[in-house]
Each structure stands twice: as C-alpha cells, then as structure tokens.
C-alpha cells in the first residue's frame, strides 16, 4: 500500500511539473530556461508557500 501512494505522490508531482511545462507561456514569469526549469522543479513548494505562483500554476494549467 506504501509503495502505490509513493508511486501516485510522484506521478502526480511529475504530472504537474510537465503540464506546468506545457503552459509556462501563458503565465507572467521571465522566459527564461533557467527560470522555467526551476519553477517546473519546484512547483510543489511554491504552489504551497505563494499565491502569485498559484495563479501563474493555474493559468498554466489551462487549455489553449
């Protein structure tokens, strides 16, 4: 049971980083590789810890 919620726990997190990917033109944040590697990175943290990333995360999440 352990190792199926692991399993779901970093699906999910790979799940959000790759669509936060996808999305990261339609949010407000500097074009930049750098910057888009570490916000996909650490999307968790930040989703929790900031309200400005949260809505950038979801604008990106949206469809075309």
């Given at each position: 049971m352990i190792k199926l919620i692991i399993i779901g726990l970093i699906a999910g997190y790979v799940y959000g980083a790759w669509?936060?990917?996808n999305g990261f033109e339609r949010t407000h944040f500097t074009r930049s590789l750098?910057?888009?590697?570490?916000?996909s990175i650490l999307w968790p943290a930040l989703f929790v810890a900031n309200k400005s990333y949260r809505r950038n995360f979801r604008q990106a999440l949206k469809g075309k």
């Open positions: 669509k936060f990917w750098p910057n888009r590697i570490g916000l």
